[in-house]
Every structure is written in C-alpha cells, then in structure tokens.
C-alpha cells in the first residue's frame, strides 16, 4: 500500500498536476538607472530679510549629472515619513521660512531620467 502511494505521488509531481505551469514569456527585465547619491549637502543661514521671514541656501553636489532629472528636498524631522517640501533641477535652492529652523534635518535626493529615486543625503540647518 505504501508502494503504491509513493508511486502515485511521483506520477502526480512528474506530471505537474500540483505544480505551477512554466511560464517561459516574461516580460523583458527594466533597464532602469538608479542615481548617484547627491553629497556635501549643506544648509546656510543668511539671516532675517526685510519681510520678516529667515533666509537659508541649501547647495549639495552630484558625482554625475547625466542621469539626473531633478532633486527633492525634504522635511526629515517633522513627522513619522519625510515630507517632500519642493524639487529643482538644480543642486542649489534658496529658501525662507516664517522662522529660523536651527537644527532642523533636511534631506536631498536625486530622480532619474527613468524617474528612479536614489538614496537621500541629510543635513541640520545650523
């Protein structure tokens, strides 16, 4: 009995019928670009403007800016998840705030031509 068991379940797997089916048409891998981390990012204080609001440079740099299309800023400090606060093609952003943001983390990212987000460089306001 345990002879002809065993045989029925090798017919069973050696046919297929439990298994999956081969599926031999995939579809042809992405060819996508992650992007270079941005580096020396950095946050300067400028001081207060004539408004009333705090002026801060942020600037970083980028190993290759061939397969960048732009960066995202974000809040780092302010909640469970990084909040995108803006996006530029440049690595240099001006900014004001309504005030002064002395230890805040902020954080810089590069999106590729293939719209791929790479890994994100932070930094504290000073």
Known sequence: LRRRAAAVCLLILSTGLLGCPSNEDFPAALDLVVPPTPGNFVIT???ANPQGGYDYDLSWTISD????????IYLVDLGVAPE???ETTNTFLPATFPFQITGLKM???AVSTGNVEGESLTAAAP
Do not use: E, F, H, K
């Open 84 to 86: 995108l606060v803006a």
């Open 45 to 47: 204080y400028n001081g």
């Open 65 to 72: 800016a061939t397969t960048v299309d732009r960066y995202r």
């Open 107 to 109: 954080a810089v990212s």
